[in-house]
Antibody
Framework: EVQLVESGGGLVQPGGSLRLSCAAS????????MTWVRQAPGKGLEWVAN????????YYVDSVKGRFTISRDNAKNSLYLQMNSLRDEDTAVYFC???????????????WGQGTLVTVSS | DIQMTQSPSTLSASVGDRVTITCRAS??????LAWYQQKPGKAPKLLIY???TLESGVPSRFSGSGSGTEFTLTISSLQPDDFATFYC?????????FGQGTKVEIK
């Protein structure tokens, strides 16, 4: 059974930093693109970033470029999101999601974690 | 960025109704479109990919169609478990983008 378990969320002041983790199990983690998606309270889904199987290629939504960094450790079956210079508008539940792609191009997401809440507030 | 626009934003329907949700892309995305269902407090669940392919385990009352810029998700006979919010998502270009969501409510 595929499991994705996020951790690391919490309350942080504007301008602060937080590192989210996603522990994966039940599939060969190193074969798949992985993604972070967020959802602000009462709002829709927003794709944040993704990373290829080897950790050598990543993409970001413009609003987080230069502030967030996605990374992975295939030896530990883990995905990360380092979030710096946090803003009020980054407040959201952050979901880790498994892409279906084992190829050069990422696709859609067939497995999701339960999410971890990040609250940016003074 | 490719903008995804869903309509309607909210839909009131009864059990047994046929329901159709539309998703329009701001430019052609071929058939690179997925649909998800999300219930309150839960993670999204994949329903359909490549515009019309049903994910394994998803009931056959769900179907998808379209290509290019216009897509539809249809529920042939709405069931009590289907009341939720539905999102489309394109995977033709970066950034990946979702529609704003369509909430299906009980009439």
């Amino acid at each position: 059974e595929v499991q994705l378990v996020e951790s690391g969320g919490g309350l942080v002041q504007p301008g602060g930093s937080l590192r989210l983790s996603c522990a994966a199990s039940g599939f060969t983690f190193s074969n798949y693109w992985m993604t972070w998606v967020r959802q602000a309270p009462g709002k829709g889904l927003e794709w944040v970033a993704n990373i290829n199987q080897h950790g050598t290629e990543s993409y970001y939504v413009d609003s987080v470029k230069g502030r967030f960094t996605i990374s992975r450790d295939n030896a530990k079956n883990s995905l990360y999101l380092q979030m710096n210079s946090l803003r009020d508008e980054d407040t959201a539940v952050y979901f880790c999601a498994k892409d279906t792609s084992t190829q050069l191009w990422s696709y859609y997401f067939d497995q999701w974690g339960q999410g971890t809440l990040v609250t940016v507030s003074s | 960025d490719i903008q995804m626009t869903q309509s309607p934003s909210t839909l009131s329907a009864s059990v047994g109704d046929r329901v159709t949700i539309t998703c329009r892309a701001s430019q052609s995305i071929s058939s690179w479109l997925a649909w998800y269902q999300q219930k309150p407090g839960k993670a999204p669940k994949l329903l359909i990919y490549k515009a019309s392919t049903l994910e394994s385990g998803v009931p056959s009352r769900f179907s998808g169609s379209g290509s290019g810029t216009e897509f539809t998700l249809t529920i042939s006979s709405l069931q009590p478990d289907d009341f939720a919010t539905f999102y489309c998502q394109q995977y033709n270009g970066y950034p990946r983008t979702f529609g704003q969501g369509t909430k299906v409510e009980i009439k």
